[in-house]
């Protein structure tokens, strides 16, 4: 088998192969086993909403209307999880950490965001394992964000 052959899926940034308890193979992106852009827009609204009232990230965010900001993340995570490519479209390369520059994002920064990204991935019930593979990712990309060390 070439490189290609056995990499043939490499386009896609996160896939999962999983073998269940009755032996059934679950194989495919998670874009469509969460549940497509429905599952997007709830996590991103119910984030946006822990968002609002958080005293180190609401600061942050300019907009009056954490709306346009919601959607920019849900579009991102979308098109990671092997969705629709409209983020790139609308906003070019991703370029995370460099978007992030201008955001002091400490620690304590960081916390906030991922409290509100754990509460809103629990809002939407997924089965465990997609819970999982999502929030691995979820919580190494937060990480990557850290930007100082300042209070
Ligand atoms: C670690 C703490 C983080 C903080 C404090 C933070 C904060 C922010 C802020 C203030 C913005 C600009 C608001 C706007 O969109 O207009 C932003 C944009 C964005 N963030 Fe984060 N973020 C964090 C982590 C993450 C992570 C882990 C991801 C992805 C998994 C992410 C994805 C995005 C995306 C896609 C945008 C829009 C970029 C654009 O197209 O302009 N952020 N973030």
Redesign the pocket.
Known sequence: MSDNEEFSDREQVETIRLVTQDGNNVAGDIYALVGGKTFFVNLCAKFYEGVASDE??RP????EDLA??AE??Q???EQ?WGGPKT?QE???H?Q?RL??M??K?NPA??A???KH?RNALDAQNLPAIYDAQMWA??DR??????NTMED
């Not at 942050?60 to 907009?63: F, G, R, S």
């Not at 990309?141 to 850290?146: E, G, H, K």
Request: aromatic share 18%; net charge positive.
């Open positions: 180190i990230l942050m965010y300019p907009e346009p900001a920019r993340l579009l991102f995570l990671y983020y609308q906003r070019g991703p995370l978007r992030h201008p955001f994002i920064a960081r906030a965001w991922v990204m990712y979820l990309a937060a990480t990557a964000m850290l």
